[in-house]
Protein backbone atom coordinates (compact mmCIF):
# COMPACT_ATOMS: atom_id res chain seq x y z
CA UNK A 1 0.00 0.00 0.00
CA UNK A 2 1.41 3.58 -0.54
CA UNK A 3 1.11 5.93 2.07
CA UNK A 4 0.64 9.66 2.07
CA UNK A 5 2.77 11.54 4.19
CA UNK A 6 0.07 14.03 4.53
CA UNK A 7 -1.94 11.87 6.96
CA UNK A 8 -0.69 9.26 9.95
CA UNK A 9 -0.66 5.90 8.57
CA UNK A 10 -3.08 4.48 10.89
CA UNK A 11 -5.73 6.45 9.36
CA UNK A 12 -4.82 5.50 5.77
CA UNK A 13 -5.41 2.43 7.19
CA UNK A 14 -8.97 2.64 8.82
CA UNK A 15 -9.90 4.50 5.65
CA UNK A 16 -8.61 1.29 3.41
CA UNK A 17 -10.37 -0.99 5.99
CA UNK A 18 -13.51 1.73 5.54
CA UNK A 19 -13.59 1.57 1.66
CA UNK A 20 -13.87 -2.06 2.06
CA UNK A 21 -16.76 -2.25 4.32
CA UNK A 22 -18.11 0.36 1.89
CA UNK A 23 -17.49 -1.91 -1.18
CA UNK A 24 -18.82 -5.01 0.31
CA UNK A 25 -15.35 -6.55 0.96
CA UNK A 26 -16.79 -7.22 4.54
CA UNK A 27 -19.63 -7.39 5.53
CA UNK A 28 -21.91 -6.63 8.69
CA UNK A 29 -21.34 -9.12 11.74
CA UNK A 30 -18.33 -10.48 9.54
CA UNK A 31 -15.17 -11.38 10.10
CA UNK A 32 -11.94 -9.24 9.28
CA UNK A 33 -8.33 -10.43 8.82
CA UNK A 34 -6.79 -10.20 12.38
CA UNK A 35 -4.07 -7.69 13.04
CA UNK A 36 -0.86 -9.54 11.45
CA UNK A 37 -2.90 -11.03 8.61
CA UNK A 38 -3.91 -6.72 7.80
CA UNK A 39 -0.18 -6.01 8.81
CA UNK A 40 1.30 -8.57 6.20
CA UNK A 41 -0.97 -7.10 3.62
CA UNK A 42 -0.36 -3.40 4.25
CA UNK A 43 2.80 -4.41 4.72
CA UNK A 44 3.66 -2.28 8.01
CA UNK A 45 3.99 -3.45 11.90
CA UNK A 46 1.24 -4.87 13.50
CA UNK A 47 1.44 -1.88 16.51
CA UNK A 48 0.24 0.77 13.63
CA UNK A 49 -2.99 -2.09 12.37
CA UNK A 50 -3.37 -1.95 16.40
CA UNK A 51 -3.91 1.41 16.13
CA UNK A 52 -5.98 1.43 13.39
CA UNK A 53 -8.57 -1.44 14.46
CA UNK A 54 -8.45 0.57 18.12
CA UNK A 55 -9.70 3.63 15.91
CA UNK A 56 -12.20 2.08 13.88
CA UNK A 57 -13.52 0.29 17.70
CA UNK A 58 -13.97 4.09 18.76
CA UNK A 59 -15.70 4.76 15.73
CA UNK A 60 -18.33 1.89 16.34
CA UNK A 61 -17.04 0.14 13.24
CA UNK A 62 -15.55 -2.54 14.25
CA UNK A 63 -15.56 -4.74 17.09
CA UNK A 64 -13.74 -7.26 18.71
CA UNK A 65 -14.66 -10.70 19.87
CA UNK A 66 -12.21 -12.09 22.48
CA UNK A 67 -10.73 -15.36 21.06
CA UNK A 68 -12.02 -14.79 17.60
CA UNK A 69 -11.01 -11.63 16.21
CA UNK A 70 -12.16 -8.46 14.97
CA UNK A 71 -15.82 -8.12 13.61
CA UNK A 72 -17.64 -5.12 12.00
CA UNK A 73 -20.55 -3.82 13.57
CA UNK A 74 -24.06 -3.69 12.34
CA UNK A 75 -24.90 -0.47 10.90
CA UNK A 76 -20.94 0.18 10.00
CA UNK A 77 -21.53 1.20 6.67
CA UNK A 78 -24.34 3.99 7.23
CA UNK A 79 -21.86 5.06 10.62
CA UNK A 80 -18.88 5.10 7.68
CA UNK A 81 -21.12 7.57 5.39
CA UNK A 82 -21.87 9.78 8.53
CA UNK A 83 -18.86 10.48 9.32
CA UNK A 84 -17.40 11.25 5.94
CA UNK A 85 -20.03 13.24 5.25
CA UNK A 86 -19.00 14.83 8.31
CA UNK A 87 -15.72 15.15 7.55
CA UNK A 88 -16.49 17.06 3.97
CA UNK A 89 -19.21 18.98 4.77
CA UNK A 90 -16.52 20.31 8.09
CA UNK A 91 -13.01 20.33 6.05
CA UNK A 92 -13.82 19.89 1.99
CA UNK A 93 -16.75 22.06 1.50
CA UNK A 94 -15.45 25.31 3.40
CA UNK A 95 -12.34 25.29 0.85
CA UNK A 96 -14.08 24.48 -1.91
CA UNK A 97 -16.65 27.68 -1.13
CA UNK A 98 -13.26 29.79 -1.09
CA UNK A 99 -11.88 28.61 -4.83
CA UNK A 100 -15.23 29.13 -6.06
CA UNK A 101 -15.09 32.55 -4.70
CA UNK A 102 -11.56 33.15 -5.32
CA UNK A 103 -11.85 32.37 -8.89
CA UNK A 104 -15.27 33.72 -9.27
CA UNK A 105 -17.22 31.13 -10.43
CA UNK A 106 -20.88 31.97 -10.84
CA UNK A 107 -22.81 29.21 -8.75
CA UNK A 108 -25.28 28.27 -11.69
CA UNK A 109 -21.78 26.98 -13.27
CA UNK A 110 -20.93 24.61 -10.93
CA UNK A 111 -24.88 23.43 -10.84
CA UNK A 112 -24.63 23.07 -14.19
CA UNK A 113 -21.81 20.85 -14.11
CA UNK A 114 -23.08 19.04 -10.87
CA UNK A 115 -26.15 18.43 -12.93
CA UNK A 116 -24.10 16.64 -16.21
CA UNK A 117 -22.22 14.87 -13.91
CA UNK A 118 -25.58 13.13 -12.62
CA UNK A 119 -26.71 12.91 -15.91
CA UNK A 120 -23.58 11.05 -17.08
CA UNK A 121 -24.12 8.88 -14.04
CA UNK A 122 -27.46 7.46 -15.20
Known amino acids: MKFKESKPIYLQIADRICDEILQGKYKEEERIPSVREYASTVEVNANTVVRSFDYLQGQDIIYN ?5 YFVHTGARERI ?21 TLD ?6 EKMYSDYLKELK
Open 105 to 110: IPLKDV
Open 65 to 69: KRGLG
Open 81 to 101: LELRKEVFLRDELPEFFRQIK
